[in-house]
């Protein structure tokens, strides 16, 4: 399985791999013949998402590494071994999240900001920092953000997590910038892309909810196909794009 996938021979690093949409990930680019090298900072969490990826992908290579990401030389250092071990890396997959949010626009506690800005922007900031030449110095590097419509449309009582969602977007972007001018005139090698969606949902949220719709969310599944989508395109194509996974607002 690993020998002919579209990924066959890539090395990506996942970002958040414990939670269910880094579970989904593990599995889908672990199929497509990557060795994938997933982040958490819950190590029983992140165990139990590796052990459930190697088991769906038939024993391919995947491995995990507690690392606190909100440390920028933790971090460094997972990109540095990464590098080191493998000989490469091919991607880097962002999926920390985090979600708070008020009534209303008045009861909006700054304390979801500062909660938030960790989650969702300083993470994206050390990890871009730390892998960014090891994508560059790569043939298919890719960094992968996954954010959120909120991020273009912000509404009232989502203010924390619309604001950090557009933060991260830029700090990629910038990344992106990066890329385009490392590439010169031949145009981009490596690049920085957003995926957008609405909001996730997973097998276990439908369990707990059976009635509900979930309109416009997007399964960890479906993500997970259109993170390994990335790599199908050009850099080109995808450097400095917002790519979108549910309805533009």
Do not use: C
Not at 16 to 32: F, K, N, S
């Amino acid at each position: 399985m690993a020998g002919n996938g579209s990924l066959s021979g890539a090395v990506i690093a996942v970002a958040g791999a414990g939670g269910p949409a880094g579970r989904a990930t593990l599995v889908r680019l672990a199929e497509a013949g990557a060795t994938v090298v997933g982040a958490d900072n819950d190590p029983q969490r992140l165990s139990e998402a590796v052990d459930a990826a190697r088991y769906a992908s038939g024993g391919a290579s995947v491995t995990g590494d507690t690392v606190d990401l909100l440390d920028l030389r933790s971090t460094r250092d997972w990109a540095t071994h990464v590098e080191k071990d493998f000989g490469r890396v091919d991607g880097l997959v962002h999926l920390v999240g985090g979600w708070r949010g008020s009534e209303t626009f008045t009861k909006t506690s700054l304390d979801d900001w500062d909660f938030l800005e960790l989650l969702l922007v300083k993470t994206v900031q050390h990890t871009s920092l730390a892998f960014h030449e090891a994508l560059q110095r790569s043939e298919r590097g890719r960094y992968v953000l996954i954010s959120a419509a909120a991020a273009s449309r912000p509404t009232a009582g989502n203010a924390a997590y619309a604001a950090g969602k557009a933060a991260a977007e830029a700090w990629t972007l910038a990344l992106a910038d990066y890329f385009r001018k490392a590439g010169g005139t031949e145009g981009p090698t490596s690049a920085a892309a957003i995926l957008v969606v609405k909001a996730l949902v997973h097998d276990a949220m439908r369990a707990e909810r059976p009635n509900a719709k979930f309109a416009g969310f997007t399964d960890v599944k479906d993500l997970a196909e259109a993170i390994e989508g990335v790599w199908s395109k050009s850099a080109a194509e995808v450097n400095g794009n917002r790519l979108w996974l549910t309805e533009k607002p």
